[in-house]
């Protein structure tokens, strides 16, 4: 396998904040592979590097320490190795809490340290990678004081962004089409405000989030070796025809459902997997209760 995750538990202070903590390998150099949208995530890279793809902002190049915006789709990167990066996957609550930028004018890029962290706090964060090339870290230990670094930096949030927030996420894992009356109903805000919030908050407006999260729910189900036929069935009904499902998946994820499904060595199962994604409950609404995910 030319490369691979590990991931690690957050804390327990900052589930609320983190998707998880990781260890990502690449034995070689020169392989090619696609991102999935994603959120954000701050790395250290301490061997090796990576260029991604990130479209209209152009070829990013991963440096010792990385704070990449969310991805809102699929993005190809290739890796420069062998190459040892250790990262905090950050969920919506945790970029909004630790950097304040709004998603919409942050993703797809890579952000300078300089606009999140200051002082103590970005000193330590510059320092990590030559701690740990040096032994007086190890893996473990790194990650753990990259953890205490966005411990150390995140800003409360205001009632009404983490309402905004979690009720977005919660009304996200409840279907494969959820109702955007459903959302609004669910917010104190006007349709025009729950728009601009939303946009903020996960970079898009909530249509085209149900496209994003709809086409990453059914690529992960999908990728399962045994799939119900009432759940298969579910995801297929959630798209126009096939050749809609399929264009879908790849935007979103950069393969398509035959290739999730035959190509084991791909970041994109790992990440989007219950290990590397919590940002949003993959088994909602009924496919919990066939999946027997639920009493």
Known sequence: MPYSFEFIEAPADLKP?????????????GVEDWLPAYSGQL?????????IDHGKNGTGRTGDVVLQGALLEA???????PMLMLGVSLNFRGWAALTGLPVNEAHDCFVPLEKVFAGEQLDRLK???????????????????????VRQSLRELSVRHVQVIDTTLQWLSSSLKPDIDELQDKLPYSERQVQRLVTRFFGQPPVRLIRRYRAVRAATLLSFPELS?????????????????IKEIRAF???????????????????????????????????????????
Do not use: C, W
Not at 43 to 51: K, L
Not at 127 to 149: F, Q
Not at 267 to 276: F, I, R, Y
């Open 17 to 29: 904040y983190f998707n998880s903590l990781y260890i990502f390998r690449a034995d070689k150099n």
């Open 43 to 51: 790395a250290v890279v301490t061997e090796g590097y990576a260029t």
């Open 75 to 81: 993005r190809q990167f290739r890796i420069h190795g």
């Open 127 to 149: 320092a990590l990678p030559a701690a740990i090339r040096s032994g007086d870290l190890d893996e473990r230990e790194a990650l753990d004081a990259l953890a205490d670094v």
């Open 229 to 245: 036929p009432e759940l298969e069935a579910e995801i297929h009904e959630a798209f126009y025809d096939q050749a809609h499902m």
């Open 253 to 295: 994820t950069g393969r398509t459902p035959r290739r999730l499904e035959k190509n084991t060595e791909t970041p994109v199962k790992e990440m989007l997997g219950p290990d590397g994604y919590s940002s949003v409950d993959l088994f909602g609404g009924s496919q919990d209760r066939q999946l027997d995910k639920k009493p």
